[in-house]
């Protein structure tokens, strides 16, 4: 199985989805609508592709994009010829809501909740959204970028010089 | 889906007039003895069996990768190690390996011997405690003292790679910061010569004892086709049957010199899942063998100057050195942007690091899939309908690290 051969299945199943692929150190990964991402990783799932098993769920945050300000990757595996795919979604601050997973993989309940956790992300038809290693009256999502790690109101550190 | 809800499960055990009075909540948890760690379980009880669980993570989440996209790639490794803690090494290892492919850097074959060796006793090491406490739990104690002797000696080879026996650091960016030390060489000859036989021992304590055999066999059982969709690798996955390994699949550090087999159980049960590590064991001694009769001779570090500090006697007295030495130190090198998954095969199963960079200094996302955290989901599944001492060994069984879980 190939990355071509893999991209040409889902262009061809969802010619409205794909909005831009690319192959990242050997890894296809493909940008897809937001509101095709469960019936892309459904057909994934159950047909002759047999992408079957989801490794890892995650979140990330471009404030500089407000269209595609939060996105989340997925990563998903054949293990029979362990073949590797990446899916994007990206979406605006405004609308962030997206079909949940859980219906395909008991899996994606957790990995969903540390999503939510840590970027704010809803999980549409999820059972139970809540924080899942921050205290659930935290109150905000911490990996958003406009967090500092350290308190924004410190006036004795100049970070000028290092990291971010 | 099944609907694991209190109430669904309720409805279906008796009506509610019947069982009032009768079922009682227990907190396993958060710092019990019995779980080696600190995760809440809130058990509802009909006697000794568990009708219904619900756990809670979080307590010591550390906010690791948060913490990362503030520290430049080399820093980074000291929190790998504070994730599975019983198999450092491989977290360490794994992350430089992550790194080298955003970068494009290619070690030396030495290397990944080296690498291969030290990933294969992280490997024994981790299975030894998790066995021996499973044994612990179980009633055996005898099995677990004798298996830390062993597990001292391999933290005294790690002590000679790094200074560190627990958390470890082990590796830099391009490899190690120093050959193996003669002193390595007679520790793990002596292992290599000694351990065999006294594992073996540790096997013959509990393979076939019966009253072990009894309390594992059948508690705890998950199916494959249920543990693939909880998204479970490594040993616990094997163990329902199905030979998924990183090493094999995708083959790192050279794993694909190497002549081993990977072991799988049937019945996915507390007893699959010891025997599959036991025999893991073995497996990672073979590796071990192999990687160390033919270890190559060479250079132990890949020769990239903008990663790999110089030595320190250089920075003293070489102005290149120097600055390199500020270079690195400071996070000052330049990286490609991109993005790259990598994944190895930690102690527990696959550990993913899922690594975002725009060229800056430091990651601008990192995230670690964490085997623990998709494991313990499963839990409450997995022991519902069972006793509390089930409960038990079972969670020992599928090496739950508290660190690797929060992270």
């Known amino acids: ?164 | 889906m099944k609907d694991n809800s209190l109430s669904n499960i309720l409805n279906q055990h008796e009506s509610k007039e019947q069982i009032d009075g009768q079922l009682y909540t227990l907190n396993l948890g958060p710092t019990h003895p019995a779980t080696h760690g600190i995760f809440q379980n809130v058990l509802t009880m009909d006697g000794e069996r568990i009708l219904h669980a619900e756990q809670t993570v979080g307590y010591i989440h550390r906010a690791f990768e948060k913490i990362s996209e503030r520290r430049n790639f080399s820093q980074i490794t000291t929190l790998t190690d504070r994730m599975n803690y019983c198999s450092a090494p491989i977290n360490n290892i794994g992350w430089h390996m992550t790194v080298e492919k955003l970068i494009g850097i290619k070690v030396p074959k030495r290397v990944d011997y080296m690498r291969v060796i030290l990933m294969e006793l992280a490997r024994i090491g981790d299975h030894l405690i998790c066995n021996g406490v499973t044994g612990m739990d179980a009633g055996a104690i005898t099995g677990l003292t004798y298996m830390f002797i062993e597990r001292e000696r391999i933290y005294d080879m790690y002590e000679q790679i790094c200074g560190a026996r627990m958390t470890t650091n082990m590796g830099r960016i391009g490899g190690f910061e120093r050959d193996f030390t003669p002193k390595f060489h007679e520790l793990l000859k002596d292992f290599l010569k000694t351990f065999p036989a006294r594992f073996a021992e540790f096997g013959q304590l509990l393979e076939r004892n019966r009253i072990f055999m009894d309390r594992t066999i059948g508690a705890g059982a998950i199916s494959a086709e249920r543990a693939l969709s909880y998204g479970f690798t490594g040993p616990n996955l094997r163990a329902a049957g199905v030979d998924y390994d990183v090493r094999v699949a995708e083959p790192y550090s050279s794993y694909e010199d190497f002549d081993f087999i990977i072991p799988v159980g049937t019945a996915g049960d507390t007893y699959d899942r010891f025997m599959v590590r036991q025999q893991e064991i073995w497996e990672s001694l073979k590796i071990i063998n192999q990687a160390y009769d033919n270890l190559p001779e060479g250079p132990f570090h890949a020769d990239v100057p903008d990663f790999y500090l110089p030595e320190k006697a250089d920075v003293y007295q070489k102005m290149e050195a120097l600055i390199y030495h500020f270079k690195i130190v400071m996070g000052e090198t330049d990286v490609p942007k991109g993005e790259v998954y990598h994944a190895v095969e930690g102690g527990n199963g696959e550990l993913g690091f899922y690594l975002v960079s725009d060229g800056g200094r430091t990651p601008y996302r990192l995230h670690f899939r964490r085997p623990c955290f998709i494991y313990y989901q499963a839990y409450p599944e997995m022991i519902t309908g069972s006793v509390i001492s089930d409960a038990i060994v079972t969670m020992c069984s599928m090496n739950i690290i508290a660190g690797e879980l929060d992270a």
């Open chain 1, 1 to 164: 199985m190939t990355n071509e051969f893999v991209l040409e299945a889902i262009t061809r199943e969802f010619p409205e989805s794909v909005i831009s692929s690319s192959e990242s150190y050997g890894m296809l990964t493909v940008e897809i609508k937001k509101d095709d991402i469960k019936k892309i990783i459904h057909y994934l799932k159950d047909s002759s592709l047999e992408i079957n098993f989801l490794t890892d769920v995650c979140g990330i945050h471009y404030p500089e994009f407000p269209e595609k300000e939060i996105g989340v990757v997925y990563h998903l595996q054949n293990m029979m010829t362990n073949f590797r795919i990446r899916l994007k979604i990206f979406m605006s601050r405004e609308s962030v809501e997206v079909d949940s997973l859980t219906e395909l993989y008991a899996g994606a309940n957790w990995m969903e909740r540390e999503t939510f956790d840590f970027y704010g992300i809803k999980f549409k038809g999820h059972p139970d959204l809540r924080p899942i290693l921050n205290m659930e009256d935290l109150g905000y999502h911490p990996m958003l970028k406009e967090y500092r790690l350290e308190d924004g109101t410190r006036t004795d550190k100049d970070d000028a010089m290092f990291g971010r």
